[in-house]
């Protein structure tokens, strides 16, 4: 009889929830964790998984050491987009195929864009700071010089599935939306621009790409002095893109008239950081994906891949090439 499959879950997903979603696999697969959240524990239960549901806290990283400890794992599957949290070259190198959740949260993601240049173009956040303090801002207000959204035109930089998703939305409200990616989309519902002309003629500009090599610093001093006066940025990427230290730079030389942050160079944002206290900076804990529908679709994502490999099908959303079939080693 063949022994069943090793299915590795790492935190911080809870463990409850991993087994009600692999109830049905019982018969052909069981579930372990590691036995204390830290990284011995997680170099102890490597070398006996199949299968790893990977941390996308990073807290533990599946790195080139890990990677060598797995020797008998077939497939990793990452519960989110970002796979900065696992040597994708190491595991390749091992023949061992990495799949992401892409999608997942391409709406939640796209709304909170939304939300968050709404919120920049009416002052929201200021206005309610304010209120609360005891103050009734209503002709500073008016000197802020409040937008309808409808009127801007909006860049989008990365045109992925959140991309794509913030495009439709924008364009439903009426704004001029245009966009950059590394490969241009015939289908896209926006017009495409090269990234220092799109930088050049952005009222809002929204950066929805991954963080790789190439893109890493791809929004700096450079290119945020291209923006026109009073231009927005969104920010629902990742931390090191758009670097924190330029973003202040061009609020305070006001390039920028605000920007709304979800992501950040280093995270959790330290306490002493400039952006904390700045009056035209919405902040957001890495949290724009974190809706109930959000979180269902990645539960959903990870269960049928997951069962996908045990069962023989081939797995979606291979991020390094490799054979959607997963074999066991």
Same mark, same amino acid.
């Given at each position: 009889?063949?022994?069943?499959?090793?299915?590795?879950?790492?935190?911080?997903?809870?463990?409850?929830?991993?087994?009600?979603?692999?109830?049905?696999?019982?018969?052909?697969?069981?579930?372990?964790?590691?036995?204390?959240?830290?990284?011995?524990?997680?170099?102890?239960?490597?070398?006996?998984?199949?299968?790893?549901?990977?941390?996308?806290?990073?807290?533990?990283?599946?790195?080139?050491?890990? &990677?060598?400890?797995?020797? %008998?794992?077939?497939?990793?599957?990452? *519960? #989110?987009?970002?796979? +900065?949290?696992? !040597?994708?070259? $190491?595991?390749?190198?091992?023949?061992?195929?990495?799949?992401?959740?892409?999608?997942?949260?391409?709406?939640?993601?796209?709304?909170?864009?939304?939300?968050?240049?709404?919120?920049?173009?009416?002052?929201?956040?200021?206005?309610?700071?304010?209120?609360?303090?005891?103050?009734?801002?209503?002709?500073?207000?008016?000197?802020?010089?409040?937008?309808?959204?409808?009127?801007?035109?909006?860049?989008?930089?990365?045109?992925?599935?959140?991309?794509?998703?913030?495009?439709?939305?924008?364009?439903?409200?009426?704004?001029? &939306?245009?966009?950059?990616? %590394?490969?241009?989309?015939?289908?896209? *519902? #926006?017009?495409?621009? +090269?990234?220092? !002309?799109?930088? $050049?003629?952005?009222?809002?500009?929204?950066?929805?790409?991954?963080?790789?090599?190439?893109?890493?610093?791809?929004?700096?001093?450079?290119?945020?002095?291209?923006?026109?006066?009073?231009?927005?940025?969104?920010?629902?990427?990742?931390?090191?893109?758009?670097?924190?230290?330029?973003?202040?730079?061009?609020?305070?030389?006001?390039?920028?008239?605000?920007?709304?942050?979800?992501?950040?160079?280093?995270?959790?944002?330290?306490?002493?950081?400039?952006?904390?206290?700045?009056?035209?900076?919405?902040?957001?804990?890495?949290?724009?994906?974190?809706?109930?529908?959000?979180?269902?679709?990645?539960?959903?994502?990870?269960? +049928?891949?997951?069962?996908?490999?045990?069962?023989?099908?081939?797995?979606?959303?291979?991020?390094?090439?490799?054979?959607?079939?997963?074999?066991?080693?």
């Amino acid at each position: 009889m063949t022994a069943p499959w090793r299915i590795l879950s790492l935190p911080p997903i809870d463990e409850d929830l991993v087994r009600g979603l692999f109830a049905p696999l019982a018969d052909t697969a069981e579930i372990a964790f590691p036995v204390t959240r830290d990284r011995a524990a997680l170099l102890d239960a490597l070398p006996k998984a199949d299968i790893v549901i990977a941390d996308f806290s990073a807290r533990l990283a599946l790195d080139a050491e890990a &990677v060598a400890a797995a020797s %008998r794992v077939a497939f990793v599957q990452m *519960p #989110a987009v970002g796979t +900065d949290s696992i !040597d994708v070259a $190491a595991l390749t190198a091992a023949g061992v195929p990495v799949a992401n959740a892409a999608g997942f949260n391409a709406r939640g993601v796209a709304e909170w864009a939304l939300g968050a240049a709404f919120s920049l173009c009416r002052n929201l956040a200021w206005g309610d700071r304010a209120v609360r303090a005891g103050e009734w801002p209503q002709m500073e207000m008016t000197a802020r010089t409040p937008r309808e959204i409808h009127t801007q035109r909006v860049g989008i930089v990365g045109f992925g599935a959140i991309g794509s998703e913030a495009a439709r939305l924008f364009t439903a409200l009426g704004c001029t &939306v245009s966009y950059w990616t %590394r490969r241009k989309r015939p289908d896209a *519902p #926006a017009t495409y621009r +090269d990234l220092d !002309d799109l930088m $050049a003629t952005s009222d809002i500009l929204v950066i929805a790409l991954p963080r790789t090599d190439e893109t890493k610093n791809l929004i700096g001093p450079e290119r945020l002095a291209l923006m026109p006066d009073n231009a927005l940025l969104v920010n629902v990427a990742r931390g090191g893109i758009a670097p924190d230290d330029a973003v202040l730079d061009a609020l305070n030389s006001g390039r920028l008239a605000g920007a709304a942050l979800d992501v950040f160079d280093q995270e959790p944002l330290p306490v002493e950081h400039p952006l904390r206290s700045h009056e035209n900076v919405l902040l957001s804990p890495h949290a724009a994906g974190a809706s109930v529908q959000s979180q269902l679709n990645l539960a959903v994502l990870v269960r +049928d891949n997951v069962t996908a490999a045990v069962e023989g099908w081939d797995v979606r959303h291979i991020v390094n090439g490799m054979n959607p079939q997963v074999r066991r080693r």
